[in-house]
């Protein structure tokens, strides 16, 4: 069975770097099935998508944020990263990582993280 | 970008009852449309994906329609475990969420 887990710090400063990776297990982040992506959602709103990655390294983001987002994959540990730039309080949501189908859309998800941005 | 508009943002419906929730994309999307249903502090889960197809384990008392631009959800008797919010994710080009419908008790 497919498992995605999110890790990073709970609490960023205001302007720094939010940075989260996602460990999958129980599969293989190199199959070329499939896209990795990132999508959150701040409290009481609805899901955003971040941005998603293939495992050659090409990569989609979101317009609104792409000029602050970086998401990286590293095949080696079966992980993929989230980085994101001068965060600010509007960015405080729950983040998750999944794994995007062709058909299927989105089937698996990660329990998902919360990250407060605040000083 | 195409966005995607759902509604009604919140409805109101009593156990039994029959149930639909609208997504509209802001351009074709042919049949690339999932539906998810999500509980408090929980990942969303899919129900739908390919406008119609029914994902494995879900309970056939709910069915997807539409391609194009208008697209549907229905739930045919509404159980307890459905006071949920649901949200469609168009990914004929990217992806993109709808806003969100939130189904509580009547």
């Known amino acids: 069975q497919l498992q995605l887990q999110e890790s990073g710090p709970g609490l960023v400063k205001p302007s720094e770097t939010l940075s989260l990776t996602c460990t999958v297990s129980?599969?293989?982040?190199?199959?070329?099935?499939?896209?990795w992506g990132w999508i959150r959602q701040p409290p009481g709103k609805g899901l955003e998508w971040i941005g998603s990655?293939?495992?050659?390294?090409?990569?989609y983001y979101n317009p609104s944020l792409k000029s602050r987002v970086t998401i990286s994959v590293d095949t080696s540990k079966n992980q993929f990263s989230l980085k994101l730039s001068s965060v600010t309080a509007a960015d405080t949501a729950v983040y998750y990582c999944?794994?995007?189908?062709?058909?299927?859309?989105?089937?698996?998800w990660g329990q998902g993280t919360l990250v407060t941005v605040s000083s | 970008d195409i966005q995607m508009t759902q509604s009604p943002s919140t409805l109101s419906a009593s156990v039994g009852d029959r149930v639909t929730i609208t997504c509209r994309a802001s351009?074709?999307?042919?049949?690339?449309l999932a539906w998810y249903q999500q509980k408090p502090g929980k990942a969303p889960k899919l129900l739908i994906y390919?406008?119609?197809s029914l994902e494995s384990g879900v309970p056939s008392r709910f069915s997807g329609s539409g391609s194009g631009t208008e697209f549907t959800l229905t739930i045919s008797s509404l159980q307890p475990d459905d006071f949920a919010t649901y949200y469609c994710?168009?990914?004929?080009?990217?992806?993109?969420f709808g806003q969100g419908t939130k189904v509580e008790i009547k």
């Open positions: 999944a794994r995007v189908e062709r058909v299927t859309a989105i089937r698996y």
């Open positions: 129980g599969g293989s982040i190199s199959s070329s099935s499939y896209y």
């Open positions: 990655i293939y495992y050659s390294g090409s990569t």
């Open positions: 351009q074709s999307i042919s049949s690339w």
């Open positions: 390919k406008a119609s």
């Open positions: 994710q168009q990914y004929n080009s990217w992806w993109t």
